[in-house]
């Protein structure tokens, strides 16, 4: 396996453990990500930790504060974080096991792969993932990772587990502070059943490889462009709102035209021409100048 884990240890059910290894299971790395460039020297700029009243100052002397009035921190170092520091026990321990549905969407957060570790643990792992498929739960657990203690749902996935890190339940917001000022309007229910035929002539089944980013591909496209000497111009203007007194023809016509449609994506203009390359080079008088990272 090319990735390396995020973290080893055990996996324990009671009496029953054995070695794994949590994988990331996502990546950003296919996103396009931006270095602040002079123009001038076409010289990456470099951030410096600067003190407003004696200037530049090295990062290594520097502590962490919290704000706790205008202007007011408390100092924090190395030394205090230690104390509060908890413990890596190298363990996940499985401390019970819920319905699916019973776990609000809201506290799903970031998904691992679970991969027991090659050996004689691989049957105890194969013994955990069996009585989860066939208790048809999901294992709520925990673990620290990176200092910090983490609650973990497990479900089965395939021949391994897939652990989802849970949300504090003090970060997610509550949703009546912003449902609550929803208007009762009682919808047409002429409306809501044309609407529910749209729904269902737009049925399909779920398919993850359609979902691209359009805006990352036109960043690449431009890029693509003016390292040729071009430039390229992407449109995607937004749609107008829905006129109350027009709904029930906007909700006719879009039944009438949801059979077979697809989803079109905005029209561009072609590559316009330039007369110099936009690629940042350095100047050729700068032989001694760093290369830009």
């Given at each position: 396996m090319a990735a390396r884990p995020t973290w080893q240890g055990h996996l324990k059910l009671s009496l029953v453990t054995c070695p794994v290894a949590l994988y990331t299971a996502t990546s950003s790395a296919s996103h396009v990500s931006f270095h602040l460039i002079n123009p001038e020297t076409h010289n990456r700029i470099r951030m410096v930790a600067t003190d407003p009243d004696t200037g530049p100052i090295d990062r290594s002397d520097l502590v962490k504060g919290f704000e706790v009035e205008k202007d007011e921190y408390v100092l924090m170092d190395d030394s205090d974080f230690e104390k509060v520091k908890l413990e890596s026990t190298r363990t996940i321990d499985i401390d019970q096991f819920v319905d699916e549905d019973d776990i609000d969407r809201r506290y799903w957060d970031d998904p691992f792969y679970v991969v027991?570790?090659?050996?004689?643990?691989?049957?105890?792992?194969?013994v955990i993932r069996e009585?989860?498929?066939e208790a048809g739960k999901i294992a709520i657990g925990s673990l620290v990772l990176r200092g910090r203690e983490r609650q973990l749902a497990l479900e089965v996935h395939g021949k391994g587990l897939i652990a989802y890190s849970l949300r504090p339940h003090n970060e997610v917001r509550d949703v009546d502070d912003y449902f609550d000022d929803i208007p009762a309007v009682k919808a047409d229910p002429d409306m809501v059943d044309i609407a529910a035929r749209i729904i269902g002539k737009k049925a399909a089944e779920f398919d993850p490889t359609q979902f691209k980013d359009r805006y990352d591909e036109a960043l690449r496209e431009l890029i693509k462009a003016k390292q040729k000497g071009g430039k390229t111009l992407v449109e995607a203007p937004e749609p107008d709102d829905t006129n109350v007194v027009d709904l029930m023809a906007a909700l006719r016509a879009s039944l009438k035209g949801s059979a077979g449609s697809e989803r079109k994506a905005p029209a561009r203009k072609a590559p316009a021409k330039a007369p110099a390359k936009t690629t940042?080079?350095?100047?050729?008088?700068?032989?001694?100048?760093?290369?830009?990272?």
């Amino acid at each position: 396996m090319a990735a390396r884990p995020t973290w080893q240890g055990h996996l324990k059910l009671s009496l029953v453990t054995c070695p794994v290894a949590l994988y990331t299971a996502t990546s950003s790395a296919s996103h396009v990500s931006f270095h602040l460039i002079n123009p001038e020297t076409h010289n990456r700029i470099r951030m410096v930790a600067t003190d407003p009243d004696t200037g530049p100052i090295d990062r290594s002397d520097l502590v962490k504060g919290f704000e706790v009035e205008k202007d007011e921190y408390v100092l924090m170092d190395d030394s205090d974080f230690e104390k509060v520091k908890l413990e890596s026990t190298r363990t996940i321990d499985i401390d019970q096991f819920v319905d699916e549905d019973d776990i609000d969407r809201r506290y799903w957060d970031d998904p691992f792969y679970v991969v027991p570790e090659k050996g004689v643990g691989a049957e105890a792992f194969a013994v955990i993932r069996e009585a989860m498929k066939e208790a048809g739960k999901i294992a709520i657990g925990s673990l620290v990772l990176r200092g910090r203690e983490r609650q973990l749902a497990l479900e089965v996935h395939g021949k391994g587990l897939i652990a989802y890190s849970l949300r504090p339940h003090n970060e997610v917001r509550d949703v009546d502070d912003y449902f609550d000022d929803i208007p009762a309007v009682k919808a047409d229910p002429d409306m809501v059943d044309i609407a529910a035929r749209i729904i269902g002539k737009k049925a399909a089944e779920f398919d993850p490889t359609q979902f691209k980013d359009r805006y990352d591909e036109a960043l690449r496209e431009l890029i693509k462009a003016k390292q040729k000497g071009g430039k390229t111009l992407v449109e995607a203007p937004e749609p107008d709102d829905t006129n109350v007194v027009d709904l029930m023809a906007a909700l006719r016509a879009s039944l009438k035209g949801s059979a077979g449609s697809e989803r079109k994506a905005p029209a561009r203009k072609a590559p316009a021409k330039a007369p110099a390359k936009t690629t940042a080079k350095k100047p050729a008088a700068k032989k001694s100048a760093k290369k830009a990272a």
